[in-house]
């Protein structure tokens, strides 16, 4: 029963990360935030898994595979997403540059780790890239005309931070198949905890009001997302297919949405709904056992 809500449990501890990031936005300085977070995740990971027996690599290699991991699949990804929405790039066309994730990670699973997809799960794909479209359709549409160019360089951070993501998944996949999952997992998060704070000296400030928004936010950042939602990815990631785990990314922007009107009473539009719904087909198709 549990694998079966594997992929349900995950999409809705994954998509309150966009709720978090819009609470903390007001009471923390983003790179600040997620340095604490990643740092905090090691020591609860790190507890975990000296509590439950996990077995941490013995080789070099194998240590550096899944830092390396870490520094892709969170570092490199939420860093330069959480500093691209702080700079000004609208939330609706960060949704659709995270939307090209699927597609991009099933091209590349197929050329790199010779993954191949039925025509169903190919139109699946397609299905949802076209839902996310049309339920940020407004959004995209209400861009003045001169932000495109004034947010460039904001605009190719995002982007590096969606092929991080999608390089991080497949470096998951071809690496890291074998070993205790506790234990990567914890060494990812000492790879996202050097590369968040690389970015915070760079970037950064030491902004954090210790508010009862902030701390709450935080420790739902580590024990809700870091702990509950990625150990499920990996978990994903493991048992499946790449482009199939990588296609429940689809759901995020339209459940993100829901949860925004539920939070903090921001309009479902017509063409959110719509784009949901396809998007739930889109998924269903990818996903289908032949």
Not at 131 to 145: D, V
Not at 169 to 198: C, E, N, P
């Amino acid at each position: 029963m549990f694998n079966r809500l594997t992929p349900v449990i995950f999409v809705l501890l994954w998509s309150s990360g966009w709720i978090v990031a819009k609470y903390a936005a007001f009471h923390a300085d983003a790179m600040f935030f997620l340095t604490v977070r990643f740092a905090l995740s090691v020591l609860a990971f790190g507890i975990f898994c000296l509590a439950s027996g996990a077995t941490f690599p013995n080789s070099p290699r194998a240590v550096a595979n899944a830092v390396f991991s870490g520094v892709l699949l969170h570092g490199l990804y939420l860093g330069p997403l959480w500093w691209a929405i702080e700079n000004g790039v609208p939330a609706g066309l960060s949704g659709i540059i995270a939307g090209l994730q699927p597609l991009l990670t099933a091209i590349a699973a197929a050329l790199l780790l010779g993954e191949r997809l039925s025509t169903t799960q190919k139109l699946g794909l397609v299905i949802g890239f076209i839902g996310i479209a049309i339920a940020i359709s407004p959004k995209i549409m209400s861009i003045e005309p001169g932000m495109l160019a004034t947010q460039a360089l904001p605009l190719t951070v995002n982007l590096l931070g969606m092929v991080s993501v999608t390089a991080g998944t497949l470096f998951q996949k071809r690496y890291l198949q074998s070993g205790d999952i506790r234990a990567i997992a914890t060494l990812q998060y000492v790879g996202a905890t050097l590369a968040l704070f690389v970015g915070w000296m760079a970037v950064g400030t030491v902004h954090y009001d210790f508010s009862l928004t902030a701390n709450l936010s935080m420790l739902w950042a580590v024990f809700g997302i870091s702990m509950g939602a990625i150990g499920l990815l990996l978990k994903l990631i493991r048992e499946g297919q790449v482009s199939r785990a990588a296609s429940l990314i689809y759901l995020m922007p339209p459940l993100v949405a829901v949860e925004a009107a539920l939070f903090f009473g921001e309009p479902l539009t017509p063409p959110i709904i719509a784009g949901a719904l396809i998007v739930v087909i889109g998924v269903y198709l990818t996903n289908r056992k032949a």
